[in-house]
């Protein structure tokens, strides 16, 4: 059910995303200053995509493999080791060149496996 409905959020931003594209923004935006981070210390992963979304519809990042760049800066610690190790791979296999976007869903997955913060909580 969760899952369904970050899915649901997902696509309603992507189409948000789209129909901002064209979009001139009146202020500039920092990613040094504010990026969301996603650290060893955070269990909130929904939180985080939720900010990291809200960072790509000012943002605008140019296709996938620069948003795997731009969501590569708001991991630290070991969720960034997670992203190491699943960008290396869709390196070695040739996924991240021509599939960037099942690379990012895997990424997604990984981290909702290993570090989504439990219902219980």
Not at 40 to 59: I, N, P, R, T, Y
Not at 92 to 101: C, I, L, Q, T, V
């Amino acid at each position: 059910e969760m899952r369904r409905q970050r899915e649901q959020d997902a696509k309603e931003r992507a189409e948000q995303l789209k129909s901002m594209r064209e979009e001139k923004s009146v202020f500039t935006y920092s990613l040094r200053d504010d990026l969301p981070v996603f650290g060893d210390g955070d269990s909130d992963l929904d939180k985080h995509f939720e900010a990291f979304h809200d960072v790509c519809l000012v943002v605008k990042p140019k296709g996938d493999r620069e948003k795997l760049l731009l969501f590569a800066r708001s991991l630290k610690g070991v969720r960034r080791r997670c992203y190491d190790t699943i960008i290396k791979e869709a390196k070695s296999n040739g996924d991240y060149e021509a599939k960037p976007a099942s690379v990012f869903d895997r990424l997604v997955a990984a981290l909702d496996a290993s570090f989504h913060e439990s219902d219980e909580a």
